[in-house]
Each structure stands twice: as C-alpha cells, then as structure tokens.
C-alpha cells in the first residue's frame, strides 16, 4: 500500500518506533537514525522491544555533531516522503534541522514531531513518560478500584501508543491529501498527552453527563470486570445492555436482581455495583473456569476466559487468525488489519 514512500525515522523508545512500525508493515521504506553511543535506548533496557518494534527497517549511525553525517542526513531528508522526530521541542532547531530549514529542501515533506506535550505551551520543555501523560490527560485519576486512589496499572502505555496510532493517522493523511490534491508539506504536531485526552472523550461526556459523579459511582460497574473462579482462573462477563443483563441473571440463577428497581438500567446498574458484583463473586466461584466456559457457550453473552500472556500462543481463535506467531525464540504480532482487495 505505502510501496514507494520513504520515511526517515529520527525517535526513539516507543511511541515514534511503534508508528514507523506501522509505515514499514504497509510497505513504506522506513530508514531508522540512530546514534552511534549505543542507538536507540530500548536496544539495552527491554529484551526483545527493540526487534519488535523495528524489524522492518534499517538502521544507520549518524553522529549530528560531525558535519559528514549531517550531510547524509540531509541527503536522506532530500529523497524522503515524511520524517518523524521525538526529541524535545527546540532540539531539532538547535540541530539545524528545524521544519523552516528541512522545508528549504524539501517543500513537500510531511514533517512530523512528537512530543510529551506539544511544541508549544507551559509544559512544553518538560520531561515526562506514559504516567505523566495520563495524569494531565485526566486518565490517572479514573485508574484503580472505584473507592480508591490512581494506580499506575494500565498495562499497556496508552499514552504512548495512542500518540503513535494518531502519528500514523495523521500522517496516511497527509499522503493521501498530498496524491489527491498536490499540496506541499505539513507540519504534524502529536502530543502524547493530548492523545491521551482523546481517549478520554466518551468518558469526559459521561462524566457531565451525569452531572460530575464522584469516582466510586463514575468508575463502578455491576456485572462487568473480572471475577475468580473456583480454580483460581478468571472470567470477564461484560453485561451493559439489558438483554445481557437479563440473560446473564437468568443463566447464573440470579432472578431475583431482575425484579428489584435498582438494577433495572445500566446506570443504576453502575450505582449498585458493589450488591451485584458481591453475588457474582460468590456464584462465580463455585465453578472452574471450563465449567463456566461450558455454561456460557450456547448462551449468546459477553464473557471470555482472562487469557495471561503464556495462554496467548494457546487461544483458539487467536491461532485460527495467525494473531500471535511464533518464530523461534521470537514472539511476533502481525499487522492486525486482515487486508482483502477486490479483484
């Protein structure tokens, strides 16, 4: 799809990389700069991120402060479609490489940045990681049980990745915009913790929607989470909409809930969680997890096995649809978009 468009990838860590990524497994040829002390960070902190995130690039040492790998990179810049940067707002400036000066050379580059907070602004200069995006962006504070404080338990870096996926967006964009209409170049300004704070939209409208609820009415919800089962397992049951609630009700023996007031809708259903959830604990747990998963299969409702990280590999679907590969000693997560074009 992107065969022919080159792109010069100057970040590092993870947000630019798992963007570039994306280019590379749409075709795009995506030439990673890294320094020559050592390269891109993640070579040295994390096993295995560093293949993960750039399998399907090349990389090249360039030193900016001599004056020869500057001109490499400047000829690389010159041939390129789109560049990509993740460094402080300033040092691309400071390196002689700032959007006025690349646009001299290169009218019609979709030059990218990426940064914690945007090229501008109070925070602009401030360090930060995933944490820190998510507290500005409002998602900390909705993290952890509903009567407790923020946790850092995301398990995936959503600020980081929802930056990346809005740079890769905006960026197929760009190109699409430049094809259909020949226009020059364009500066994209991706902020990790306004890509944060996209996410939270829907959360934001329920939030006032529901006239500013505290946390533990905001965040509890009656029969949706986790729940253990007898064999030290857990199941996910995500019963929203009314006619999963009642079939759910109906198939686990809890009847009764469906003829009390304060669990006939979903918000109500939210203001009570505690009383349900309690009462699903306690059912849930006299079962194992096949026992249930036995149950629940010829009953149309959202429930799924917790699947750890070791049962990936394992999942019928998931092998079914070549979601997870295993090559060697390497774990491989294909592009997740199954493309299928018209003859």
């Not at 905001?218 to 030290?232: E, H, I, V």
């Not at 009390?260 to 009383?275: G, H």
């Amino acid at each position: 799809m992107l065969e022919g468009i080159k792109v010069v990838d100057l970040t590092n860590l993870l947000p630019g990389p798992f963007a570039t990524n994306i280019l590379a497994e749409l075709g795009a040829e995506v030439i990673k700069v890294e320094r020559p002390d050592g390269g891109d960070p993640v070579r040295h902190m994390i096993p295995g991120l560093f293949e993960t995130l750039n399998r399907q690039k090349t990389s090249v040492l360039l030193d900016f402060k001599k004056k020869k790998d500057k001109e490499i990179l400047w000829e690389l810049i010159e041939s390129s479609d789109v560049l990509i940067e993740g460094f402080r707002p300033g040092v691309m400036e400071r390196l002689g490489f700032g959007k006025e000066d690349v646009a001299k050379l290169n009218p019609e580059l979709i030059y990218c940045s990426i940064s914690g907070y945007g090229q501008n602004g109070p925070y602009r200069d401030l360090p930060g990681h995933d944490l820190n995006y998510l507290s500005v962006a409002g998602v900390l504070s909705i993290s952890g049980q509903p009567n407790g404080a923020p946790e850092a338990t995301g398990g995936v870096q959503i600020a980081d990745l929802a930056a990346s996926l809005y740079t890769t967006i905006s960026i197929l964009g760009a190109l699409l915009s430049k094809a259909r209409t020949n226009s020059g170049g364009v500066h994209l300004d991706v902020s990790l913790a306004e890509s944060a704070l996209a996410l939270m939209a829907p959360r934001i409208a329920e939030y006032y929607g529901r006239n500013e609820p505290a946390k533990s009415d905001f965040m509890s919800r009656g029969a949706y989470g986790a729940f253990l089962t007898k064999d030290m397992k857990h199941i996910s049951i995500a019963c929203v909409e009314e006619k999963f609630w009642e079939t759910f009700c109906e198939t686990v023996g809890m009847k009764e809930f469906l003829l009390d007031n304060l669990f006939n809708s979903w918000t109500k259903r939210m203001e009570n969680a505690e009383i349900i959830n309690r009462k699903i604990e306690t059912i849930i747990a006299q079962k194992t997890l096949s026992e249930w998963l036995t149950i629940f299969k010829d009953v149309d409702l959202p429930v799924s096995r917790v699947n750890t990280i070791n049962d990936l590999l394992k999942d019928p679907h998931l092998k079914y649809r070549n979601a997870i590969i295993e090559e060697g000693d390497r774990i491989m997560i294909p592009y997740p978009v199954k493309m299928m074009f018209q003859k």
